[in-house]
């Protein structure tokens, strides 16, 4: 067993070796959001779906382009709105008067990178049109199925602030998202350099592309084969169960604050986001370690805490906090 996984170690530092000059070249136009750079990449290795929450000006908008330029995929922007309609974004039929027949105009979710822009301005009919987007790969004009590009990837934004005149997705769509990332604002030294950066008398040049589309998708296949020790895959289990039944955890006192545990996907997202953190790591195998970095973006969109935590000021993330740090690591 030791030599096999030595093998497939050392391959999976071959196969990973593009993600260097990948972040290397987001980092010429990033400063610094090195978590919501670091998410994305698991987003696009796992083929999960990214929820990012921040206030306005964070870079999440310049952030997915540099990265849709760097791995040469087709990128659109959508700034939902409440005027928007399903039809805005996975197209309609239209009647052509010169032959009398209706023709097919795809909307902006073809493309392999999706920027849904403030998701929770849309209405519900919008943001469900989105995930089931999401949830199938393929959409449905009229009568006709069609299959969205591959790889085909959603970042959706929205802003924790303000909330009047928005939407927000019901807890069962949130969960389609693999991971919930929260960014924050840069440090001192960081937002220095910003300044620099989008001050100085040089225009930036376009991020170029290092990666094929090609190559994401061939490493989605391999991220699969990483392994993991049956002990990961139970710790992994643990930490879920212990937000459903937290007294069978010794966390009696989080019944009470836990409204609803997990589903089942953050069991298959934990895993899956666990493995990808490897593979940016070029190692082979899951450490607990691999869980733990990724835990808090899994499953803080799929706790709800009850009025009784609302009433403590307890956030999900709290709890996910305590679950973490109570649960045996193997």
């Not at 093998?7 to 136009?29: C, G, M, T, W």
């Not at 540099?66 to 805005?88: G, H, K, M, N």
Request: avoid cysteine; aromatic fraction near 8%.
């Amino acid at each position: 067993m030791y030599n096999e996984i030595e093998v497939l170690n050392q391959r999976i530092a071959e196969e990973s070796r593009f993600v260097d000059p990948l972040v290397a070249e987001v980092r010429k136009h990033i400063v610094g959001q090195a978590d919501m750079v670091e998410k994305i990449l698991i987003g696009l290795l796992t083929g999960g779906h990214i929820l990012l929450e921040g206030v306005p000006g964070l870079a999440k908008t310049r952030t997915i382009s540099a990265v849709a330029r760097a791995v040469e995929a087709s990128f659109q922007r959508i700034q939902f709105t409440p005027d928007l309609l399903p039809a805005d974004l996975i197209g309609t039929m239209i009647y052509n008067q010169h032959d009398g027949q209706f023709t097919t105009r795809k909307g902006p979710v073809f493309t392999n990178i999706v920027l849904a822009d403030e998701i929770n301005r849309a209405p519900a009919k919008v943001q469900s049109a989105l995930l089931e987007a999401m949830q199938e790969g393929q959409v449905t004009i009229a009568e006709t199925t069609y299959k969205l590009p591959s790889p085909f990837f959603v970042l959706a934004t929205q802003n924790p602030i303000e909330q009047e005149g928005t939407y927000p997705l019901p807890e069962a769509q949130v969960d389609r998202f693999m991971l919930k990332v929260k960014v924050e604002y840069p440090s001192r030294e960081d937002e220095l350099r910003i300044m620099d950066l989008n001050t100085g008398k040089e225009d930036l040049d376009d991020p170029v592309a290092v990666v094929k589309p090609e190559t994401l998708l061939s490493a989605r296949k391999t991220v699969r084969e990483i392994y993991m020790d049956d002990k990961i895959k139970k710790y992994i289990v643990d930490i879920v169960f212990a937000t459903r039944t937290p007294e069978e955890f010794g966390l009696k006192e989080l019944a009470t604050f836990i409204e609803w545990g997990a589903s089942p996907r953050a069991s298959i997202n934990l895993n899956l986001a666990a493995r990808a953190h490897a593979f940016l790591s070029h190692r082979g195998y899951v450490t607990p370690e691999d869980v733990k970095a990724v835990g808090y973006d899994v499953l803080r969109h799929r706790i709800t805490p009850s009025f009784e935590a609302e009433a403590e000021n307890l956030s999900s993330e709290a709890l996910v906090r305590k679950i973490f740090d109570h649960v045996e690591v193997p």
